[in-house]
T-cell receptor, first 112, second 114 residues
Framework: AQSVTQLGSHVSVSEGALVLLRCNYS??????LFWYVQYPNQGLQLLLK??????LVKGINGFEAEFKKSETSFHLTKPSAHMSDAAEYFC??????????FGQGTRLTINP | SAVISQKPSRDICQRGTSLTIQCQVD?????MFWYRQQPGQSLTLIAT?????????ESGFVIDKFPISRPNLTFSTLTVSNMSPEDSSIYLC???????????FGEGSRLTVL
């Protein structure tokens, strides 16, 4: 069965600083990996996804993530944080069209 | 993408009552998913709803507590029955449009049980 571990339930960075949110997964077969963002009082919105092909994927709002099979990781980065990036971020994994399994989430705070 | 509308967006309910949450999608989809997000927690899948068949429930969730209807390819309901304060959560409807596991979510229904 697949699982996801997000390291750090709360990450705080300064505006303009690098954002790095960590995600490690466990899967017995090649996974499909996702990052979702949840703004306060809203549903989840897809940031980016990896299914096949290029291991560095770019998403919305300047975010990107790299699939590293050897490290079973799919960390999310953004070169320069903006105040509007403050939200809850969820990493998720699935094997093909199976159910999506979510990590515990990381709350990102941006300091002015 | 998909436009997914949920009703109600939020509600405050009394212990022992039941509430039905509606989910409307702007186009036909085969599979709809209901998730629960307890306060400060991640998302947990309650069940998968396919049109024309019984919903498939995940471990820890039962039909008597969370009955689901799926009368057509654009609509589903989730009922939270005999509610207790532990049922206070956000309930989210989602659909898979790409068969890759990528889900589109509604805005969620925030339920508070007193």
């Amino acid at each position: 069965a697949q699982s996801v571990t997000q390291l750090g339930s709360h990450v705080s960075v300064s505006e303009g600083a690098l954002v790095l949110l960590r995600c490690n997964y466990s899967s017995s077969v090649p996974p499909y990996l996702f990052w979702y963002v949840q703004y306060p009082n809203q549903g989840l919105q897809l940031l980016l996804k990896y299914t096949t092909g290029a291991t560095l994927v770019k998403g919305i709002n300047g975010f990107e993530a790299e699939f590293k099979k050897s490290e079973t990781s799919f960390h999310l980065t953004k070169p320069s944080a903006h105040m509007s990036d403050a939200a809850e971020y969820f990493c998720a994994v699935t094997q093909g069209a199976q159910k999506l399994v979510f990590g515990q989430g990381t709350r990102l705070t941006i300091n002015p | 993408s998909a436009v997914i509308s949920q009703k109600p967006s939020r509600d405050i309910c009394q212990r022992g009552t039941s509430l039905t949450i509606q989910c409307q999608v702007d186009s036909q989809v085969t599979m709809m998913f209901w998730y629960r997000q307890q306060p400060g927690q991640s998302l947990t899948l309650i069940a998968t709803a396919n049109q024309g068949s019984e919903a498939t429930y995940e471990s820890g969730f039962v039909i008597d507590k969370f009955p689901i209807s799926r009368p057509n390819l654009t609509f589903s309901t989730l009922t939270v029955s005999n509610m207790s304060p532990e049922d206070s959560s956000i309930y989210l409807c989602s659909v898979d449009r790409t068969a890759t596991g990528e889900l589109f979510f509604g805005e969620g229904s925030r339920l508070t049980v007193l």
